[in-house]
């Protein structure tokens, strides 16, 4: 080979070699979950703040109706988080039908904390059964809630 040849190759290599680490940089630097903006993620926390504040006002009320002489449904609170697909405060809770020491039936619910809205619901006991299947569906669909 002479050395032109030699020189070009080498040339076209060196363009190569800087193509791929500019992509590189950019493609790094685009998707990079640390260089997301800042601002973002303080409005996500104080809605996540937020959120919390709605936590006590749920348990206050549950145990309320759970502490009733009447009461024929018993709920308890799992979770509260903040969902960016909602832009609200989702909470989960189940409500127990029957006596306390014997669980017939149980539901899911996945409810909106502003709205009061029911998003989803799952019986996951039923005559004292279990439905795993309903379970895992829910998880499901709350994940999306949380995630989106």
């Given at each position: 080979m002479s050395n032109k040849n030699i020189e070009i190759n080498i040339g076209v290599l060196i363009i190569l070699i800087i193509v791929l680490l500019v992509s590189v940089y950019y493609n790094l630097k685009l998707y990079n979950p640390l260089s997301q903006n800042p601002k973002n993620q303080e409005v996500s926390f104080e809605k996540k703040q937020d959120c919390a504040v709605y936590k006590k006002q749920?348990?206050?009320k549950f145990e309320k109706n759970n502490n009733s002489e009447v009461a024929i449904?018993?709920?308890?609170?799992?979770r509260i988080f903040y969902s960016p697909t909602e832009n609200s405060c989702l909470f989960v809770y189940s409500g127990q039908f029957g006596l306390?020491?014997?669980?017939?039936?149980?539901?899911?619910?996945?409810?909106?904390?502003?709205?009061?809205?029911?998003?989803?619901?799952?019986?996951?006991?039923?005559?004292?059964?279990?439905?795993?299947?309903?379970?895992?569906?829910?998880?499901?669909?709350?994940?999306?809630?949380?995630l989106n």
């Amino acid at each position: 080979m002479s050395n032109k040849n030699i020189e070009i190759n080498i040339g076209v290599l060196i363009i190569l070699i800087i193509v791929l680490l500019v992509s590189v940089y950019y493609n790094l630097k685009l998707y990079n979950p640390l260089s997301q903006n800042p601002k973002n993620q303080e409005v996500s926390f104080e809605k996540k703040q937020d959120c919390a504040v709605y936590k006590k006002q749920i348990e206050d009320k549950f145990e309320k109706n759970n502490n009733s002489e009447v009461a024929i449904e018993y709920y308890y609170l799992d979770r509260i988080f903040y969902s960016p697909t909602e832009n609200s405060c989702l909470f989960v809770y189940s409500g127990q039908f029957g006596l306390k020491a014997t669980e017939r039936y149980r539901t899911l619910y996945l409810e909106d904390a502003l709205s009061g809205d029911i998003l989803t619901r799952a019986t996951v006991v039923e005559q004292g059964k279990f439905m795993g299947d309903n379970q895992t569906a829910f998880d499901a669909r709350v994940r999306e809630y949380e995630l989106n």
